[in-house]
Structure formats: structure tokens, C-alpha cells
């Protein structure tokens, strides 16, 4: 049995999984924009998990951006900048009081589909995770590639040259103009959205204008 957390930009969702992969729990939270509060949550998580199953379970957190393999400090999670250059996986073991195993968000998601999921029966699998942002990763032979630098598999950071001469169209979700993020990840969508039409809305609300039949909702997702 152990527990699993995913950190996003905009919630935090813990399961407990059975050693068979059977789900015992699953709860959602909001995500605090603040670094020792999400360390707290998770702890709070973790401690509640714990005293509920009646055991010390082993935990996994899987997270936007990378630990630098040459510091041990996150980067490449502009969406979730409170975690940015800080070194989660250490101050998570501190607050814990145990190992904890940080992850990058879309590796995990490919791994998992790699090894029981979608790609089981495939050598190599790449997998694509939409949320505030677009991550990818990659698994060969049922193991993680992450390269040099720990970002193998991204490419939601890579950039469409046909755009950069096209500013006007877009707002760019970090401080690079033109990627790929910035088109198809929710919070993309949603600037992009509120550009065009001069509105305030987030992109789950974009989408159930597009279920009400709004045509402006219903032009943009098509482009989509």
C-alpha cells in the first residue's frame, strides 16, 4: 500500500493504492500558492493517510518541472513558480520525516501508462498531459529517459517559429514567446480566449459556454 500525490498549479490530489494497483482513497484540494504551505498540506495529507490505514505507507510526489541533476533544485515549473529553485524532495523528507520520491508530473503519467496502461505492450511511449501547462515524457524499455539535464521528454517549453513574428496573436504562459505551452495548455487557452473576446473567464468555464452552445466558445474550441 502507498500513497501518491500529484502537485499541480491549481490543486493537490492524493490516492492510497493497494500493492495489487486497487484505489482505497482519492481526495482533491485546492493548491496553495505558497511553498511551506504545500509542504504542510502534504505532511497534513500524509499524516491523516497514515493514521486512517494505521501504518507508515511509503509515499510518491510528482510535480511540475525537474530537480536539477546539478543542484537538487526544481526548475522548469513557470506555472507553479512558488516551486521554482527550491528543493522540494529534500524539504519534503525533513517535514515527513521519511523518503519521499519526487517526480516530474509527465513522467510519472508515462511510466504508469508504460507499465500497466496504454503502452504496455510498447518499447517506447511517450505521454502527453495537458493541465495549466503541456508536459511530455518519455520511457524506453519501461524506465524513465530524462537526459543531462532531467527534461528529455518535454516539449511544451519548445517554440513554433511561424509564431514568433506573430506577437499579437498570443500570450506566451512564461517568459519564452511562442511555444507550444501557449497555445494548447488550459491557462493558455484561457489568455488566448480572453484576448480574443475581451473576457475574464477560466478555461472551464470557456468549456461549458462551448456545452451551452456559445459560438464563440464553440469557434475557439474547433480551432482548438
Same mark, same amino acid.
Given at each position: 500500500?502507498? /500513497?501518491?500525490?500529484?502537485? $499541480?498549479?491549481?490543486?493537490?490530489?492524493? @490516492? &492510497?493504492?493497494?500493492?495489487?494497483?486497487?484505489?482505497?482513497?482519492?481526495? +482533491?484540494?485546492?493548491?496553495?500558492?505558497?511553498?511551506?504551505?504545500?509542504? +504542510?498540506?502534504?505532511?497534513? /495529507?500524509?499524516?491523516?493517510?497514515?493514521? %486512517?490505514?494505521?501504518?507508515?505507507?511509503? /509515499? !510518491? =510526489?510528482?510535480?511540475?518541472? =525537474?530537480?536539477?541533476?546539478?543542484?537538487?533544485? &526544481?526548475?522548469?515549473?513557470?506555472?507553479?513558480?512558488?516551486?521554482?529553485?527550491?528543493?522540494?524532495?529534500?524539504?519534503?523528507?525533513?517535514?515527513?520525516?521519511?523518503? @519521499?520520491?519526487?517526480?516530474?508530473?509527465?513522467?510519472?503519467?508515462?511510466?504508469? %501508462?508504460?507499465?500497466?496502461?496504454?503502452?504496455?505492450?510498447?518499447?517506447? &511511449?511517450? !505521454?502527453?498531459?495537458?493541465?495549466? $501547462?503541456? $508536459? *511530455?515524457?518519455?520511457?524506453?524499455?519501461?524506465? /524513465? =529517459?530524462? !537526459?543531462?539535464? $532531467? =527534461?528529455? *521528454?518535454?516539449? !511544451?517549453?519548445?517554440?513554433?517559429?511561424?509564431?514568433?513574428?506573430? +506577437?499579437?496573436?498570443?500570450?506566451?504562459?512564461?517568459?519564452?514567446?511562442?511555444?507550444?505551452?501557449?497555445?494548447?495548455?488550459?491557462? *493558455?487557452?484561457?489568455?488566448?480566449?480572453?484576448?480574443?473576446?475581451?473576457?475574464?473567464?477560466?478555461?472551464?468555464?470557456?468549456?461549458?459556454?462551448?456545452?451551452?452552445?456559445?459560438?464563440?466558445?464553440?469557434?475557439?474550441?474547433?480551432?482548438?
Amino acid at each position: 500500500m502507498q /500513497i501518491g500525490i500529484d502537485v $499541480g498549479a491549481t490543486k493537490i490530489e492524493s @490516492v &492510497v493504492l493497494e500493492d495489487d494497483g486497487k484505489e482505497t482513497h482519492r481526495s +482533491r484540494t485546492a493548491c496553495p500558492k505558497d511553498y511551506l504551505t504545500i509542504i +504542510r498540506t502534504i505532511k497534513q /495529507i500524509n499524516d491523516k493517510l497514515e493514521k %486512517e490505514f494505521k501504518k507508515e505507507l511509503p /509515499i !510518491g =510526489v510528482c510535480h511540475p518541472g =525537474v530537480h536539477s541533476p546539478q543542484t537538487g533544485l &526544481v526548475k522548469n515549473a513557470p506555472n507553479c513558480y512558488w516551486l521554482e529553485k527550491k528543493p522540494f524532495q529534500s524539504d519534503l523528507r525533513k517535514a515527513l520525516g521519511k523518503e @519521499v520520491f519526487c517526480e516530474n508530473d509527465a513522467n510519472c503519467f508515462a511510466l504508469s %501508462e508504460a507499465i500497466d496502461g496504454a503502452g504496455k505492450h510498447y518499447k517506447i &511511449v511517450y !505521454g502527453i498531459i495537458l493541465g495549466s $501547462g503541456a $508536459g *511530455g515524457g518519455l520511457v524506453i524499455d519501461k524506465k /524513465i =529517459v530524462t !537526459g543531462p539535464n $532531467g =527534461v528529455a *521528454g518535454e516539449w !511544451g517549453h519548445n517554440q513554433i517559429p511561424y509564431f514568433l513574428g506573430k +506577437r499579437e496573436e498570443f500570450e506566451s504562459t512564461s517568459a519564452r514567446e511562442a511555444e507550444i505551452e501557449s497555445f494548447i495548455s488550459g491557462l *493558455g487557452m484561457a489568455k488566448r480566449f480572453n484576448k480574443k473576446y475581451n473576457k475574464n473567464l477560466k478555461t472551464n468555464q470557456i468549456f461549458e459556454l462551448n456545452r451551452k452552445h456559445d459560438l464563440d466558445a464553440q469557434n475557439f474550441i474547433e480551432d482548438f
